[in-house]
């Protein structure tokens, strides 16, 4: 991920003042798992606990739909994104979406 | 010979108690390296207001995160299930979300701690079903929990 765009999840940036709103931008990503590792979580179900798989995966994807939305805000000429949102939805059997949305910003330094 | 077909017939069930054993064993140890890093990572507070109360000289802030994915095991259902037909606490399944959400939380925190950041707000919570559970309702469940926050680091 670049890090020239500024993300928090609160409605303000803290320490500095924001001079311009954008509008919503947002991002999204669906993965499917594949099959080798869907057998390899049958294997863990035996045992429970957490998949390790799984998690990189769904990180993976986040940091994609992070990146969209970047790219997103990027277009706008924003700096930063304010009250940024993680969600999560399956939307069939073996694939989950990933959606992350927030605020695009101009935001300068104070005083 | 009889005794072979009743082992035949008997092994996926030993084979999910043992697996099932292990399990809780794993939990156990879980358990306790989530209280092990806890303590360390202590220092760091997190607090669900938007703005922090304490006065604390903001020189960068950023957001992190936190995920686990986990997912139950054979017995578990098993418990789970009997559960259902006479109701009540289902046990098993509220220490697997307790951990895997305080395994969350920590992850969010480490990725605080790793940009030195004294305090984390607005922290949000998220559990989602996904994989088979959400469309079948015996299927085996599968949980994510994402914990996301802004990090503040204070100019000290």
């Known amino acids: ?111 | 010979m009889i005794g072979l077909y009743l082992l035949i017939f008997l092994s996926p069930f030993i084979l999910v108690l043992f697996c099932g054993l292990i399990g809780i064993f794993l939990e156990y140890l879980h358990k306790k390296s989530i209280l092990k890093r806890e303590k360390l990572l202590e220092t760091i507070k997190t607090t669900n207001l938007k703005r922090d109360h304490s006065n604390l000289e903001i020189e960068d802030s950023c957001l992190c995160r936190g995920s686990t994915t986990v997912a139950s095991d054979y017995l578990k259902l098993f418990f789970a299930s009997l559960r259902t037909i006479f109701g009540g606490q289902v046990r098993s399944y509220e220490i697997l979300l307790e951990r895997a959400r305080r395994e969350a939380i920590l992850r969010m925190k480490a990725e605080a701690a790793a940009k030195k950041a004294d305090m984390i707000i607005n922290v949000r919570i998220q559990t989602s079903t996904i994989g088979n559970a959400s469309s079948n309702k015996n299927a085996n469940p599968m949980v994510e929990v994402i914990a996301y926050g802004t990090a503040l680091i204070s100019s000290k």
């Open chain 1, 1 to 111: 991920m670049d890090k020239d765009i500024y993300l928090t999840n609160v409605e303000t940036i803290p320490g500095k003042t924001i001079d311009k709103y954008l509008g919503l931008v947002q991002g999204n990503s669906i993965r499917a798992k594949h099959i080798g590792r869907d057998i390899m979580a049958g294997l863990k179900n035996l045992v429970g606990g957490e998949l390790k798989g799984y998690t990189e995966l769904l990180s993976d994807a986040r940091d994609e739909a992070t990146q969209r939305m970047i790219d997103d805000a990027k277009k706008m000429g924003a700096n930063g994104i304010v009250n940024v949102r993680f969600a999560t939805s399956s939307v069939m059997q073996g694939a989950a979406e990933l959606f992350v949305y927030g605020t695009a910003v101009i935001y300068g330094e104070t005083e």
